[in-house]
């Protein structure tokens, strides 16, 4: 089994910065893809940054230049630096692991309020 956890969210001004961190653990396999999610309430969840395996990055239009993601694969750590935060921006944001070789893992999330 897979666990993911989460770190790093709060509450933050608009126009601030905030710093999120999944660490994994358990069977990991290192050729992987990462990816952050949110949920805000009453919405789908949706992909807000994804990085694969050869580190090749994806992001949702509505970050880019904002935000960005990084993994540590020694540690097999991702990382979601938001910057020039937006009340929309506000929302649980989920860690998703996923090996190469298939399946799919989810943290339990961390909550982002961005508000003044």
């Known amino acids: 089994q897979v666990q993911l956890v989460e770190s790093g969210g709060g509450l933050v001004q608009p126009g601030g910065s905030l710093r999120l961190s999944c660490a994994a653990s358990?069977?990991?396999?290192?050729?992987?893809?990462m990816g952050w999610y949110r949920q805000a309430p009453g919405k789908q969840r949706e992909l807000v940054a994804a990085?694969?395996?050869?580190?090749?990055?994806h992001y949702a239009e509505s970050v880019k230049g904002r935000f960005t993601i990084s993994r540590d694969n020694t540690k097999v750590t991702a990382y979601l630096q938001m910057n020039g935060l937006k009340p929309e921006d506000t929302a649980v944001y989920s860690c998703?692991?996923?090996?190469?070789?298939?399946?799919?893992?989810w943290g339990q999330g961390t909550q982002v309020t961005v508000s003044s």
């Open positions: 998703n692991y996923r090996p190469n070789i298939g399946g799919s893992y």
């Open positions: 990085i694969t395996s050869g580190d090749s990055t």
């Open positions: 358990g069977n990991i396999f290192t050729s992987n893809s």
